[in-house]
């Protein structure tokens, strides 16, 4: 068995994920550097001219981001404009074919897996295990970084406050395999964050969940970057970025169309552009973040 899960993707070789699982399972691991903590403001990671093509399309474009301590980055734009890819780029798992990517001021590549997952932890899109691990089994995966370390001695408690912050603690004993999708959400997140990392690299986090969990997701991001961490989600909903980022990435076909502060990138005429359909964004009556969403006629809306 132990010999199948070491060879569950090698695709995934450096992402957090797949680290953490096959130090878990084979217990091998190098002398890693231990990150040390950024200041609010420092840059924690970036992308620098990166260009990608996959299956000979196209899907990044000179496109330059940069991830700083104390914030948290949306990437924003439609299907295909290439959030997703700039966020594999930036974990790895997408190599580039022109730019490079930066973590802590050094080349991706010049990083262990092991010395990335203590740096950052990523939350891709979707989770396949057919294995029957428990939920308990999968968020204490996220510890496998911290093996050998003083950090290890917290393991147990840092996994119990990873389930309670999520919401899964009652479905520690479930088999993950049997989860609904959102449920499945919300342990991969708690593995997340069992990493204890300053970045957080999530990839549509909220995709799968109710309005709850949506909103429990992104406040989540705002506590760890208020606690000085750093958060780069790809998003869809253009409200959430709008209520809990601090800065936005707004893409199409593979480039950055805007990049800055919610209320100066998102706004109504820019919106409707970049996503071929009518949007409005309007004040918040009770004094929030401007609420956006798809102009509506009368006319528009079949009859009931």
Known sequence: MSRTLVELDSRHEGSSFWSSLRTAVTGRRRSSRLPSAAATGDVVTEARGATLSLDGTPVLRDVSVTVRAGEVRALLGPNGAGKSSLLGALTG????????????GSPLRSWTPTELAMRR???????????????????????????????????????AASLAATDVSHLADR?????SGGEKARVALARVLAQRTGLLMLDEPTAALDLKHQELVLQIARRHAASGGAVVVVVHDLGLASAYADQVTLMARGRVVADGAPAEVLTAERLSEVYDYP?????????GAPIILPARSAAAVPPR
Not at 145 to 151: A, I
């Open 121 to 159: 932890a990523v939350l891709m899109q979707q989770i396949h295990l057919s294995f029957p691990f428990t939920s308990l089994d999968v968020v204490q995966m996220g510890r496998a970084p911290w093996r050998g370390t003083p950090l290890e001695e917290t393991d147990e408690e840092v996994v």
């Open 279 to 287: 949007v409005e964004v309007v004040e918040h009556p009770g004094g």
């Open 175 to 179: 088999h993950f395999p049997s989860l």
């Open 93 to 104: 798992d997408l190599p580039l074919d022109g730019g490079s990517v930066l973590v802590d």
